[in-house]
């Protein structure tokens, strides 16, 4: 894993801009860094390596092609790597190898397949930077599920690009204006879905897709639209007119076990210390099934705990690791150890980011660096096999808002949404408030949108807030568990899980995996028919029984949890001061962002124990702790 980060035009002292770049990333890439120039063409690339292939310096980048004419940065795995060095060799194609890293094996598909076929052939994570020094034309380059990131933009009369926004900070005319768009987003969803980005003029490059950038278009300031190879919801509407058929369950079962296991194997792939993130859930407890089936060794597991009963499942991880033999390691943490990490959270995700799960995120993968330097993990379940229990709560909440006549539906939503409102305090109030605002909606896509939302009308919250159109705004296609599933995957999982993973694992110098974003399992799992999804009312029925096959059910079955903290207290007790503070009103009116009074209203709300507000305010407080690091970096950047 590592950091890139590039800049091409007419902009002076690139290179100490690249280097000051590459110094804001060191987390990333703690092992070696690199420069490459070309002073005629005005572009310069960085880059900082965690070293993960090949350790040796012929892994170093920025990486020049044995032909000479391309230049790579590149952060993130490709697993079939050696598959597509063979590939080259029986094509008559392959260089003369300096070492067996996954760059030299992309540089040299690039320059015998082209940048097209090359992002087809691939099996991994990655987001690129191709310079193309014949025609100067550089290409960026995401991999299909989102796993890791990739901004880009024009700071003045550069074009800029970098694994992280803070890579940027000291470019000239880089960050001058925040997004109310994006902000807008973010009191909806508490996250900033790609491609906005909070600063105006930056955004993310979506998943799954390519841009190329010509000199011309450089020069104007154009930037061409993003050309996808691959896109979660066509793979899936593509599968769905495909379905498999099985002659048994078991069958079935069969099938998902070897595609997985293809990927958990393909994954382990490393030259340096291997793990495994494990809460005793399905989806990370069916990864470390088929890892330890799979290594001699047994398998590095990590889990944290807390003195929380509501909030504790280390207790359930160690059960699974002692059946299945792993090498476990499980660490208790207090509210004092959790609390200590919000002060570093807006500096370590770079733009306003409000999942609270964050914090323990950010413990575990510190925890598991002490051992490992990469570490897998079971995201991606939920979404490709129905998981959430949200999908289920909204099936029976838009069945009962059915029976309601359309011509009552609006009035008895508001006469609800009001009684959420009145005097006195208890937690039947955030029910009714969301049931009254789902009944006023007029169709399912706007149903789950209110569902998963936290403000509803996040405009009222933003001054000069406006929300463009977003996924959210689309017909849902095909039964309603599937539309939601594939939504989640085009969306949640991108913006806000893999995010979250990212940055929180990064910061510890830690890579992490995801065996189940493997293309190759989503394409397999949107084949499966939905009752190998769901049966008798209950999700991820295929992934429960792969995994009885390995772990005793009585292990693994009980209600989710999640990994989250308790919020809602901490807000009302030792963040309280810290709270206040950032939403002070003549702050807020000074600052000209956020529209003072329903956001100082929800405070007491909260704060009387009236009605929970916690994840509504937690986006708030993210933005304004970011604000803080924001004007903080550019007045170091100034300097």
């Known amino acids: 894993m590592c950091g890139i980060v590039g800049i ?58 044995a032909c000479g004419r391309y230049v790579l940065v590149f952060n ?44 087809q052939a691939t099996v991994g994570m990655f987001a690129i930077a191709l310079w193309d020094r014949a025609t100067q034309k550089l290409v960026l380059a995401r991999d299909r ?41 973010l009191m909806r969803h508490n996250y900033i879905p790609a491609p906005k980005s909070i600063y105006q003029g930056i955004a993310k490059l979506p998943p799954g897709t390519w841009i190329e950038v010509a000199p011309g278009d450089m020069r104007r300031r154009d930037m061409p639209p993003a050309q996808p190879y691959w896109s979660v919801r066509e793979a899936a509407h593509n599968a769905r007119q495909t379905p498999l058929s099985f002659a ?24 340096v210390s291997l793990g495994a993130f494990l809460s005793g859930g399905i989806d990370s407890s069916t990864i470390v099934s088929l890892m ?38 499980e660490l208790y943490v207090t509210a004092e150890d959790a609390l200590a990490v919000v002060p570093s959270l807006a500096e370590l995700y770079d733009e306003p980011f409000a999942d609270s799960s964050q914090i323990p995120t950010t413990l575990v993968a510190r925890m598991a660096r002490r051992d490992v330097t990469v570490a897998l993990s079971g995201d991606g379940g939920d979404e490709l096999f129905g998981g959430y229990s949200r999908y289920f709560r909204v099936q029976r909440w838009w069945d009962q808002c059915a029976k309601v006549p359309g011509p009552l539906r609006w009035p008895a939503g508001w006469a609800l949404a009001t009684s959420a409102r009145l005097p006195g305090r208890g937690a039947w109030r955030g029910k009714v408030g ?28 933003v001054v000069g807030g406006d929300e463009p159109t977003t996924p959210f705004s689309e017909p849902f296609q095909g039964t309603t568990y599937d539309a939601m599933m594939e939504l989640d995957a085009a969306t949640y999982l991108p913006d806000d899980i893999l995010v979250k993973v990212d940055r929180a694992a990064m910061a510890a110098s830690l890579e992490t995996r995801v065996p189940m974003l493997d293309h190759r399992v989503y394409e397999f799992a949107w084949s499966l028919p939905l009752q190998y999804k769901i049966r008798r009312g209950t999700g991820k029925w295929a992934l429960r029984e792969l995994l009885y096959r390995h772990v005793p059910r009585e292990l693994v079955d009980r209600p989710k949890k999640g990994f989250g903290v308790p919020l809602a207290a901490w807000l009302r007790g030792p963040l309280r001061d810290w709270g206040e ?59």
């Open 76 to 119: 993130g795995e490709i697993y079939n790597h050696k598959d597509l060095r063979a590939r080259l060799a029986a094509a008559h194609l392959a260089p003369d190898w300096r070492g067996h890293s996954d760059t030299e094996t992309l540089l040299a598909c690039f320059a015998g397949l082209g940048v097209a076929a090359t992002l």
């Open 434 to 461: 969301k049931m009254g605002e789902l009944l006023q909606t007029r169709s399912k896509t706007e149903f789950y949108r209110h569902f998963v939302s936290y403000w509803a009308n996040p405009a009222e919250a």
């Open 248 to 271: 048994s369950d078991a069958q079935a079962i069969d099938a998902l076990e070897t595609v997985l296991s293809t990927a958990v194997k393909g994954q382990m792939l490393s030259d």
């Open 581 to 639: 503070a950032l939403l002070d009103e003549s702050r807020l009116r000074q600052q000209g962002l956020f529209h003072p009074e329903p956001i100082l209203r929800k405070w007491r709300e909260h704060q009387t124990r009236h009605r929970d507000w916690s994840t509504h305010l937690w986006g708030v407080l993210m933005t304004q702790a970011w604000l803080d690091r924001y004007r903080a970096g550019k007045d170091t950047a100034g300097r």
């Open 8 to 65: 091409w035009g007419p902009l002076a002292d690139k290179a100490a801009l690249v280097a000051a770049g590459c110094l804001r990333m060191r987390h990333r890439g703690p092992d070696d860094s690199g420069y490459w120039e070309d002073a005629d063409a005005e572009l310069a690339l960085g880059h900082v390596r965690l070293a993960i292939q090949d350790l040796s310096p012929a892994g170093h980048q920025p990486m020049v092609s």
């Open 145 to 185: 599920m989102g796993e890791k990131p990739l901004y880009y933009g024009y700071a003045g009369a550069a074009l800029v690009f970098a694994s992280e926004l803070k890579a940027l900070d000291g470019v000239p005319g880089f960050g001058a204006d925040i997004d109310r768009q994006a902000l807008t987003l």
């Open 292 to 329: 330890q089936k799979q290594s001699t060794q047994p398998v590095r597991t990590f889990a944290i705990g807390f003195h929380e009963k509501g909030y504790n499942e280390a207790e359930h991880a160690k059960a699974v690791a002692r059946h299945l033999g792993t090498q476990h390691t």
